[in-house]
């Protein structure tokens, strides 16, 4: 699960465009809203859409469990492990 998510970090630097990011200076646990990456909702919108369009994992806008899938990368990485589609 390392992979990938070192994979999902560089995902949201090369996504949310955050300069002066690495992947290894995001913390895994670390909250990716609020006092953590300090992301908005209009990130959250990006950070999915290029999830869905990586991995093939989508999620619904009122999703009351989008606030745990996103919490962390390490939480967002779970998620995704359990719910890529397979690569063609």
């Given at each position: 699960?390392?992979?990938?998510?070192?994979?999902?970090?560089?995902?949201?630097?090369?996504?949310?465009?955050?300069?002066?990011?690495?992947?290894?200076?995001?913390?895994?646990?670390?909250?990716?809203?609020?006092?953590?990456?300090?992301?908005?909702?209009?990130?959250?919108?990006?950070?999915?859409?290029a999830?869905?369009?990586?991995?093939?994992?989508?999620?619904?806008?009122?999703?009351?469990?989008?606030?745990?899938?996103?919490?962390?990368?390490?939480?967002?990485?779970?998620?995704v492990?359990?719910?890529?589609?397979?690569?063609?």
């Amino acid at each position: 699960m390392e992979d990938l998510e070192r994979e999902i970090k560089q995902l949201i630097i090369d996504t949310l465009n955050l300069e002066g990011k690495t992947a290894d200076g995001i913390a895994a646990e670390a909250p990716l809203f609020g006092g953590g990456l300090g992301l908005d909702s209009i990130d959250a919108l990006e950070l999915a859409l290029a999830i869905r369009k990586r991995y093939g994992v989508r999620t619904k806008a009122d999703d009351a469990e989008n606030r745990r899938i996103f919490a962390s990368v390490h939480a967002l990485a779970a998620h995704v492990a359990t719910q890529r589609q397979p690569q063609e």
